[in-house]
């Protein structure tokens, strides 16, 4: 099992920063993909961005170039840095967690609610 712990959401002017965090702790596997994604009010949940244990990072389209994915392997924490938010970026970011050892199920954390005002 393994369980994810987010922080860092709140309310943001647009244009402004928020930083969140993910911390993971259980059975972490040193070969991994730790990401973020996001649901919006009326919404399907979509990916935000990933990174894998070796480096590899992929994002939305809608927030390259905005938001950067970084991780502390040693701390298996996972950070996504958010610059020059907008409204569109308002919703519930929830942290997720995947390795070969659990045949790449799923792991996600409680959600932490982002609000972008106008």
């Known amino acids: 099992q393994v369980h994810l712990v987010e922080s860092g959401g709140g309310l943001v002017q647009a244009g402004g920063s928020l930083r969140l965090s993910c911390a993971a702790s259980?059975?972490?596997?040193?070969?991994?993909?730790m990401g973020w994604y996001r649901q919006a009010p009326g919404k399907q949940r979509e990916l935000v961005a990933t990174l894998t244990s070796g480096g590899t990072t992929n994002y939305a389209i809608s927030v390259k170039d905005r938001f950067t994915i970084s991780r502390d392997n040693a701390k298996n924490t996972v950070y996504l840095q958010m610059n020059g938010l907008k409204p569109e970026d308002t919703a519930v970011y929830y942290c997720?967690?995947?390795?070969?050892?659990?045949?790449?199920?799923?792991?996600w954390g409680q959600g932490t609610q982002v609000t972008v005002s106008s």
């Open positions: 997720n967690y995947k390795s070969p050892p659990t045949g790449w199920s799923d792991y």
């Open positions: 259980g059975s972490i596997f040193s070969i991994n993909v």
